[in-house]
Each structure stands twice: as structure tokens, then as C-alpha cells.
């Protein structure tokens, strides 16, 4: 199950560095089209479609990496077990916040895709598309809270995989 866990995460990630290049690749291509006098349209859409998509698939792996920010100022005066209390209490409330982010995101995807939706720029882009990334990066997100939320209850401490120091102060 955790070698499954680690691969979704790792996907996730890819998604969201593909989203990104995504933004890049748009951008320059909206640069370059008004140097050469000629409009591609739908690309300031398609930009902001890819930077949100990038936003919700890096959300569960940037949870996974201890990166959420966390106010370790009252952690730390704590002991070991009022510091387990307090981060199962917090990932418990960070669970429910996510749970009802995916529950309305997908909504949201079926709503846009049950009333055909489409976007108000010259794209025409039916909205269920776009809402797709949002409501898949939502729900592995909280797949990522349960995974941690789990492995907390079991006693093991937050998961960090970066070399770097945490910087979540």
C-alpha cells in the first residue's frame, strides 16, 4: 500500500511540474504571438487553467514532504504526547477542510459537466475540464491526510523525505 501511496503522490507531482511547463510554454507563446503580430486565443485561459491545475495536484505532496506551513513555536514547548495530541487534532481538522474541498470540487465538476458549462473567453472551453484537476488534486489530498493522519495515530512522527531543512516556522 505505501509503495501504491508513493507512486500516486509521484504522479501527482509530475502532473503539477507538467502543469507548470504548461504555464511556461503558454506564456511564451502569447509573448511571441504579439511579436509576430498574429493572436492565439484562449491562451491567457489555458495558462490560468494549468497554474491552477498545478496548485491542486501539488497540494498532497507537498503535504506527504512536511511543507504545509505549521507553527512549530507551540509544537516544540510541547511534550512528545501533548505533540501527537495536537497534530492528530490539527490533521483531523485539516482532514475535514479537505474532505469538504473535494466533496464540493467534485460537485462542482458534475454540476459544470451536467449543465455544459463553458468558458466565458473566446476558448469556449467546456468547464468540466479544467474543474477535473481541481476536484483529482482535492481528493488526493485528502487520500494524503488519511495517510498521515494513520501513520500519526500509529505513533510515527510527520513525514519529511526533503534533505533541505524545514523551513515551516
Known amino acids: 500500500m505505501r509503495r ?5 503522490y509521484a504522479a501527482a ?3 503539477a511540474a507538467v502543469s507548470l511547463i504548461g504555464v511556461l510554454l503558454t506564456v511564451l507563446l502569447s509573448i511571441v504571438s ?16 494549468l497554474m491552477a491545475s498545478a496548485g491542486f495536484f501539488a497540494l498532497a505532496s507537498t503535504l506527504r514532504h512536511g511543507e504545509h506551513i505549521r507553527v512549530t513555536l507551540v509544537l516544540n514547548a510541547l511534550s512528545p504526547n501533548a505533540q501527537r ?6 490533521m483531523t481538522v485539516g482532514l475535514a477542510v ?25 476558448d469556449a472551453t467546456p468547464l468540466w ?6 476536484a483529482a488534486g ?9 495517510d498521515l493522519l494513520v501513520a500519526r495515530i500509529r505513533g510515527q512522527a510527520m513525514m519529511v523525505d526533503s534533505q533541505e531543512p524545514q523551513r515551516n516556522e
Not at 504579439?34 to 487553467?49: K, N, P, T
Not at 479537505?98 to 473566446?122: C, E, G, Q
Not at 475540464?129 to 481541481?134: K, R, S, V
Open 4 to 8: 501504491l501511496l508513493d507512486r500516486l
Open 13 to 15: 507531482e509530475f502532473l
Open 34 to 49: 504579439r511579436q509576430l503580430s498574429f493572436h492565439v486565443s484562449g491562451l491567457d485561459a489555458y495558462a490560468g487553467y
Open 85 to 90: 495530541k495536537l497534530d492528530i487534532g490539527a
Open 98 to 122: 479537505a474532505l469538504s474541498l473535494a466533496i464540493f470540487s467534485s460537485k462542482l465538476v458534475m454540476d459544470s459537466w451536467m449543465f455544459n458549462d463553458i468558458s466565458t473567453s473566446n
Open 129 to 134: 475540464i479544467p474543474q477535473l484537476t481541481m
Open 138 to 146: 482535492n481528493i488526493l489530498f485528502v487520500v494524503a491526510f488519511i
